[in-house]
């Protein structure tokens, strides 16, 4: 069974780049969003497996909007992305109710399937 993801990035040319990647190793990538509003909509339109968050969605909080899937009607497993470097990240993280992180330099599907175990 193919992993159906959605992917939640402020960032409209990183948005595509990952789609085309990640569907190129298997993931089926059921919606992008630039925000969380579309990607709340998105989510409860496509029931993914997992959803990929930005950090940084602009004006927006990527941690607070994982808190948002991941208590939903239907939750949604979380993997937070940046630029930024888990390090950096590290407080932010353990206040989050995500299943990782990822550098988006280290995205890939094998990435997304190891935090999902």
Avoid: W, Y
Wanted: net charge negative; proline share 4%; with cysteine.
């Amino acid at each position: 069974m193919q992993l159906r993801c959605l992917i939640v990035d402020d960032n409209e040319a990183f948005l595509a780049s990952a789609s085309r990647l990640l569907q190129s190793e298997g993931l089926e990538v059921v919606g992008a969003a630039t925000n969380g509003d579309a990607g709340l909509r998105l989510a409860a339109e496509t029931n993914p497996d997992v959803a990929l968050v930005d950090v940084e969605l602009g004006e927006e909080d990527g941690v607070e909007l994982s808190r948002l899937l991941n208590s939903g009607a239907q939750p949604v497993p979380v993997i937070l992305i940046s630029t930024h470097p888990e390090e950096d990240l590290a407080e932010l993280m353990a206040s989050s109710p995500a299943a990782g992180f990822i550098a988006k330099s280290k995205l890939s599907a094998d990435a997304v399937k190891a935090l999902l175990g």
